[in-house]
Nanobody, 115 residues
Framework: QVQLVESGGGLVQAGGSLRLSCAAS????????IHWYRQAPGKQREFVAT???????NYADSVKGRFTISGDNAKNTVYLQMNSLKPEDTAVYYC?????????WGQGTQVTVSS
């Protein structure tokens, strides 16, 4: 009953910025919380950021101060603004939420940061 579609990934040089989008099939206020995860080649999927319906946010230490998660209820979309990108940020980025007792994941969007 929940579909999530990520977009906005691409190739960027170190120090650059990207804005990822996660479009949901229902109002994001009902999806609480919503997370961003990422998975680099050969590595396990790791937590990046979380936003609650109340607007509280949480970030992994590796991205704190560089990434910002936000939501637009009118567009049913959660964003991840990524600044000061580093090569180690290279990964497939996924949005995730839990609803009706199960996890929902998007298809992922590739972010590649060159040095």
């Amino acid at each position: 009953q929940v579909q999530l579609v990520e977009s906005g990934g691409g190739l960027v040089q170190a120090g650059g910025s990207l804005r990822l989008s996660c479009a949901a099939s229902r109002n994001i206020f009902s999806l609480n919380p919503i997370h961003w995860y990422r998975q680099a080649p050969g590595k396990q999927r790791e937590f990046v950021a979380t936003i609650t319906s109340g607007g509280s946010t949480n970030y992994a230490d590796s991205v704190k101060g560089r990434f910002t998660i936000s939501g637009d209820n009118a567009k049913n979309t959660v964003y991840l603004q990524m600044n000061s990108l580093k090569p180690e940020d290279t990964a497939v980025y996924y949005c995730n939420t839990m609803k009706f007792g199960r996890n929902y994941w998007g298809q992922g969007t590739q972010v590649t940061v060159s040095s």
